[in-house]
């Protein structure tokens, strides 16, 4: 089992040894559990939007033993009550005051299953955790644990008996992501993992804690250029005036996907991130966050063909560092 801090390896191989735990129960989805660490490691959290059954239960399950995290599971209901997941205080008769009785929420991985179920009142209940780490009972603060990711999940085809996410919660989720179905080869092989015993027996403690959060710190510590900067700026630039988009993406957004950057290029092994590292999140990122106009609505235009167009058009600069080597 690793040590705790100071990391012992490099963090590219400490990731990578990470995502091979999590490919023992995951088959075929690489690109998701990349995507996945990387808003973890950049302090975000994940709208998982998909069909039941494609084991979105089962890759957090797994993310949080390849972390060596805590793990709970909150199933969203629409008589489910914030006091149910943020906690309550109790009154203590011996020590004649209150105490605090945690809700699910304190805990290294949560799973919010279905939270388009839960009505809108505990469904915002949730955007102090996700946004300032901490959950607020009686008005005392309560920190909550590091790491801390919230993966939240909702059916795209069942709308009956659910309440939409608002624009405001969907802005505190650092990437919108989908599992989908598997090839052919890889539920066969998975099919053959399941003969013996659940995959997730198989899968070990990759990192500690400890060196989570410092590989948290290391992301944050990646360097982006000026450019770089002035790029993400003119991309949000542009969907805040294409004719499709009602809403375009908010100074929130344009930070979490600077952040998530950093996350990504420490995943590929460099201190340094390039145009092409934002281009690959421009649509996880920020898709989701993008309100379609009228007519876009109408005519079922759909916001990640829209947010790729923007990436794709848009001039890719040349960032000082690689200007100077003549590349």
């Known amino acids: 089992m690793p040590n705790s801090s100071p990391l012992t390896d490099a963090p590219q191989a400490l990731l990578e040894r990470i995502v091979y735990q999590i490919e023992k129960a995951i088959v075929g989805k690489r690109e998701v559990i990349e995507k996945l660490l990387v808003s973890m490691l950049c302090g975000g959290h994940v709208l998982l939007e998909d069909v039941p059954g494609v084991g ?48 699910p929420l304190m805990a290294h991985i949560v799973l919010a299953d279905e939270l388009n179920r839960a009505t809108p009142r505990t469904q915002s209940a949730l955007l102090e955790a996700m946004e300032e780490k901490r ?15 919230l993966l939240a999940t909702q059916n795209p085809l069942d709308f009956e008996g659910t309440f939409p996410l608002p ?49 948290q710190r290391e992301a944050r510590s990646v360097h982006v250029d000026e450019t770089i900067r002035q790029y993400i700026v003119q991309l949000a630039g542009l969907t805040r005036s294409h004719p499709e988009v009602a809403i375009g993406a908010s100074p929130r957004a344009s930070v979490a996907l600077l952040r998530a950057a950093q996350a990504y290029a420490l995943m590929q092994g460099r201190s340094f991130v390039i145009p092409d590292d934002v281009k690959e999140l421009v649509v996880p990122v920020w898709a989701h966050r993008l309100v379609p106009s009228p007519n876009a609505r109408l005519a079922g235009r759909d916001m990640e063909a829209v947010a790729a167009s923007i990436a794709a058009a848009a001039p890719v600069p040349v960032p000082a560092r690689r200007a100077a080597a003549g590349q």
């Open 135 to 149: 959950v607020t009972v009686d008005g005392t603060a309560y920190p909550l644990p590091e790491p801390f990711f």
């Open 167 to 215: 624009e405001a919660q969907l802005d505190r989720f650092v990437m919108k992501l989908r599992l989908g179905y598997p090839q052919p080869s890889d539920e066969i092989e998975l099919l053959g993992r399941l003969e013996e015993a659940s995959p997730l027996a198989k899968v070990r403690t990759a990192v500690l804690q400890d060196e989570f959060v410092l590989l």
């Open 56 to 103: 979105k239960t089962m890759l957090v399950r797994t993310l949080a033993r390849a972390v060596d995290g805590s793990f709970r599971r909150i199933q969203c209901t629409p008589d489910l009550l914030p006091s149910d997941i943020t906690g309550v205080s109790v009154y203590n008769q011996r020590t004649s005051d209150f105490e605090y009785r945690p809700g």
